[in-house]
Structures are given as structure tokens and as C-alpha cells.
């Protein structure tokens, strides 16, 4: 059974209330982010092209599992559609999907290569390295096919030339996984702009994952 979250103003707001945050730490840049999360009744989603500080619960969006919204529906949902429901297809265990745009981690998307094991943080994400898509132009089916793949033992992607993607079971662990994203490419960043990083084990990084297995639980 897929992991699901109400739908009801709390969560809404809660949607709202991430978009925001994202912004005042430097996340994402004006509204160029979205979320989504999987409920029993379909998927809610931001709305596009709405200022965060004047969206309201009522205005998020609801799309279904599979198949186009209603293009009579007003506000739209975020041109990113297709993407939140392929990651949610992919993975039935998360219920919260997260993009946006921080500055770091977009940066080395445009290199289009993995974030390497170069600190234990990358097993937050599932594995030994944070994978990158090819590119794709944003809100079309080929970047959907592109993330579905990427996520499917991961709970991270870049993507390339534009931003980067996360999951959670819970909003609040995909967030705090965007965040711990971000951090990550920034480490890597000022690593390889002196020097060449020494990268961890798999043995280390297979016992970096079984200790993330129990994290917080």
C-alpha cells in the first residue's frame, strides 16, 4: 500500500509554510519550487506561478495518480506535474516529494556527474553517491521518464542544468533531506576547488547506511 498524508488544511498549509521557508534559507529563489505530496485521493500540488506569501491552503492543487489535470482547473498546478507523479509512482514508500532550485547543488548539475562519497551524509540519500539526470526541458514527459529512473534506489536527484529533487515519507523529511542536499554540494564544491577529494569506502559507506537505516527512529 502507498504511504499517504491527509488532505486537509494542516497539510496544505504545511506545503505553503516549506515553500517559504526554502526561500528565507536560501533553498530556492522566488517561486520556482515545488511540492507535492501523495494522498489518498490523489496528489496535492503547488500551484503555479503563485507567490508563496499570498498562496493559501485552498489554492494548492489536486492532480491525480496518473493522467493529465483538468486543464479547466484554476489556479494550475505547478508546470513540474509530470515529475511529482512519476517519483511517486516509483516509489510507493515516500509520500512527500520536493524541488527546487539551491544554488549549490544546481551549480554541479550542470557538471552531470553523481555527487561522489565525500562525507557519510550522502547515505541520507540511500546510497553511495546522489545521481544526476540527463537534461530535459523542465515540465516535460521526458524529464518525468529521467527522475522516475533516478529515484528508484535513491531519495535524491540532481537534475541536470536545473535543480535538484528530494523525498520523504513525511514533508518534513524530504525538506530536511533539500536541505542536507544542499549542504552536501556545497561541501563538495569548496572540496574539489582545492584539491581532489579522498572519497569514502563502499565497506564505509555500507555501514554508514545501515546506521541511517535506524536514524531518528
Known sequence: MANVLPDNTATRQSMIDACIWMGQAGINHGSSGNISVRTSGGVLITPSAVPYAEMTPAMICQIPTTGAPDPKDTPKPSTEWQFHQSALQARPDVAAVVHAHPPHATAIST???????????????????VPVTDYAL?????????????????????????????LGATLDQALWRMAELENLTRIFTIAVSTGDPVLLTEAEIAEALESFASYGR
Do not use: E, W
Request: overall charge positive; hydrophobic content about 55%; glycine content about 10%.
Open 111 to 129: 557538471l552531470r556527474k553523481p555527487i561522489p562519497a565525500i562525507h557519510y551524509m550522502v547515505a541520507a540519500f540511500g546510497g553511495a553517491d
Open 138 to 166: 523542465f515540465g516535460s514527459a521526458a524529464l518525468a521518464g529521467l527522475v522516475a529512473s533516478a529515484l528508484q534506489a535513491r531519495d535524491a536527484c540532481l537534475l541536470a542544468n536545473h535543480g535538484a529533487i528530494t
